[in-house]
T-cell receptor, first 116, second 113 residues
Framework: EAGVAQSPRYKIIEKRQSVAFWCNPI?????LYWYQQILGQGPKLLIQ????????DSQLPKDRFSAERLKGVDSTLKIQPAKLEDSAVYLC??????????????FGPGTRLTVL | DAKTTQPPSMDCAEGRAANLPCNHS???????VYWYRQIHSQGPQYIIH???NNETNEMASLIITEDRKSSTLILPHATLRDTAVYYC??????????????FGRGTQLTVWP
């Protein structure tokens, strides 16, 4: 089966600009996650969707970050306006079943964002 | 949330077994231990998970101590392609956090020829 797709793979912007990332999860996967990975650290969860609803966005900086998952399939993550500290890799992951099911998360290749 | 402690780096000769330790002394009885790895410039990749019993799959073996406070990931015959950051994760399954993974800094495993 096809993996999790993300685009773009790389993005360079100046601070205060806006940027959007796109994720296409594995077909049929109910749960979708967005992570932020700063250089040298492990991924940090930003937001979790189950189908098209938000399960948890407690770690999402809502003053500048937003995310949506229309129709419960593709998802976009937006940053507006970007700050220098937003430079990171943004990873999307999906999981087949929701809830307390012991199935793993599949990760995309990520989008590397550089804010100048 | 259960936290894990891993050594920041390890190395291993190609063809030898790589044994990656992880401490998770605050783990709860129904929390699973997951291992993922991340090869440079790629997303994390699932390796294996377990609850109480030792587990083995085509990639690795997972040994969990009887008190469940620590575990060891074993790559039986390491290859250069196994060079990656390995994350030991206790999966939280409470309320809205069902299925969430909390990543630490992991262990950088370097396999040398």
């Amino acid at each position: 089966e096809a993996g999790v797709a993300q685009s773009p793979r790389y993005k360079i912007i100046e601070k205060r600009q806006s940027v959007a990332f796109w994720c296409n999860p594995i077909s049929g996967h109910a749960t979708l996650y967005w992570y932020q990975q700063i250089l040298g650290q492990g991924p940090k969860l930003l937001i979790q969707f189950q189908n098209n609803g938000v399960v948890d966005d407690s770690q999402l900086p809502k003053d500048r970050f937003s995310a949506e998952r229309l129709k419960g399939v593709d998802s976009t993550l937006k940053i507006q306006p970007a700050k220098l500290e937003d430079s990171a890799v943004y990873l999307c992951a999906s999981r087949r079943l929701a809830g307390n099911s012991y199935n793993e998360q599949f990760f995309g290749p990520g989008t590397r964002l550089t804010v100048l | 949330d259960a936290k894990t402690t891993q050594p920041p780096s390890m190395d291993c000769a190609e063809g030898r077994a790589a044994n990656l330790p992880c401490n998770h002394s605050t783990i709860s009885g129904n929390e699973y231990v997951y291992w993922y790895r991340q090869i440079h410039s790629q997303g994390p990749q699932y390796i294996i998970h377990g609850l109480k019993n030792n587990e083995t799959n085509e990639m690795a073996s997972l040994i969990i101590t009887e008190d469940r406070k620590s575990s060891t990931l074993i790559l039986p015959h390491a290859t250069l392609r196994d060079t990656a950051v390995y994350y030991c994760i206790v999966r939280v399954d409470r309320g809205s956090t069902l299925g969430r993974l909390y990543f630490g800094r992991g262990t950088q495993l370097t396999v040398w020829p």
